[in-house]
């Protein structure tokens, strides 16, 4: 599961704790291990491991959570690559609403069926999808989704392509603990400048 701020609690949470309750290891990367990230609302979540320290082969699937979160996916390089190589290495891949900015961003759509949210069905067809105005679509190992409301046909998808996935053995993965679920305070997103005299600004989220 890719997290960035700005996600969308239900599209990360929903997946994350059917995973758990299916007997999955669920596993939350971000761009470092133990940031805090904050959902639109304020939901909270922790990186378990960083994105530089995983590769395709240590995971069956990726899913990538929608809301305003891909558009701070898109601009970390690891993260892209991380999606484009599983789908290179034909691994499953689950995205959901505005996710598939990072699919475009990735160019791993062009000339396959995908959905999204409607806002940005163009700039799946500027990046060579076929867009459709459909709940769930897959496509191969590809399984896109458009909104919350589609979650449980979404997860049925994912837990369908985790059931074909080829079962082999896993690199070890850097130890984590498992990001807490239950909310005792919002994480507060900030911003703050990416360099001394920069006009460009990256936002990190605290506890507030």
């Given at each position: 599961?890719?997290?960035?701020?700005?996600?969308?609690?239900?599209?990360?949470?929903?997946?994350?704790?059917?995973?758990?309750?299916?007997?999955?290891?669920?596993?939350?990367?971000?761009?470092?291990?133990?940031?805090?990230?904050?959902?639109?609302?304020?939901?909270?979540?922790?990186?378990?491991?960083?994105?530089?320290?995983?590769?395709?082969?240590?995971?069956?699937?990726?899913?990538?959570?929608?809301?305003?979160?891909?558009?701070?996916?898109?601009?970390?390089?690891?993260?892209?690559?991380?999606?484009?190589?599983?789908?290179?290495?034909?691994?499953?891949?689950?995205?959901?609403?505005?996710?598939?900015?990072?699919?475009?961003?990735?160019?791993?759509?062009?000339?396959?069926?995908?959905?999204?949210?409607?806002?940005?069905?163009?700039?799946?067809?500027?990046?060579?999808g076929t867009w459709l105005d459909q709940p769930v679509v897959t496509d191969g190992r590809l399984l896109t989704a458009q909104l919350p409301n589609d979650l449980p046909d979404f997860m049925i998808g994912v837990?369908?392509?985790?059931?074909?996935?080829?079962?082999?053995?896993?690199?070890?993965?850097?130890?984590?603990?498992?990001?807490?679920?239950?909310?005792?305070?919002?994480?507060?997103?900030?911003?703050?400048?990416?360099?001394?005299?920069s006009a460009n600004y990256r936002g990190y989220a605290e506890l507030g």
């Amino acid at each position: 599961m890719l997290a960035e701020n700005l996600y969308q609690e239900l599209e990360l949470w929903y997946p994350v704790l059917r995973l758990r309750e299916a007997g999955a290891t669920p596993v939350i990367v971000g761009t470092t291990a133990g940031e805090l990230y904050a959902s639109k609302i304020g939901y909270p979540v922790v990186a378990e491991v960083a994105v530089a320290d995983v590769t395709p082969d240590h995971f069956d699937a990726v899913i990538v959570p929608g809301g305003f979160a891909p558009e701070y996916l898109r601009r970390n390089p690891a993260m892209v690559e991380l999606v484009r190589a599983s789908i290179e290495q034909d691994k499953p891949v689950a995205a959901i609403c505005h996710a598939g900015w990072l699919l475009a961003t990735a160019e791993v759509i062009k000339d396959r069926r995908v959905t999204s949210v409607a806002t940005i069905k163009d700039d799946v067809r500027h990046a060579g999808g076929t867009w459709l105005d459909q709940p769930v679509v897959t496509d191969g190992r590809l399984l896109t989704a458009q909104l919350p409301n589609d979650l449980p046909d979404f997860m049925i998808g994912v837990l369908k392509l985790l059931a074909e996935a080829e079962a082999v053995p896993r690199p070890p993965l850097p130890e984590y603990p498992p990001s807490p679920a239950g909310y005792r305070q919002p994480a507060v997103l900030k911003n703050r400048a990416a360099g001394p005299g920069s006009a460009n600004y990256r936002g990190y989220a605290e506890l507030g």
